[in-house]
């Protein structure tokens, strides 16, 4: 599924940034996001290619990790 984030919302997130968030990038520890389930009807020849649905997170509100068996905001990590 796709998932973006916003320039707005992304200003109060400071943890939202690449060296951040990487290290969980192919590492099967499970993210959750949370934000606008919305339907994307322009998008619909990439289902299949690079996309699965044409449905997307947008915008994203709040991004977790899995850590211990207990979400964590990723605002809260180091």
Do not use: C, F
Not at 34 to 39: A, H, P, V
Not at 52 to 78: A, R
């Amino acid at each position: 599924m796709i998932a973006e984030t916003t320039p707005r919302v992304r200003q109060n997130h400071p943890n939202w940034n690449v060296t951040k968030l990487t290290p969980w990038k192919g590492t099967g520890v499970p993210v959750r996001l949370s934000g606008w389930l919305m339907l994307d009807p322009e998008h619909p020849d990439a289902v299949g290619k690079y996309r699965g649905t044409i449905w997307e997170i947008h915008p994203v509100t709040k991004i977790e990790v899995q850590q211990n068996g207990t979400w964590v905001d990723s605002d809260s990590l180091q």
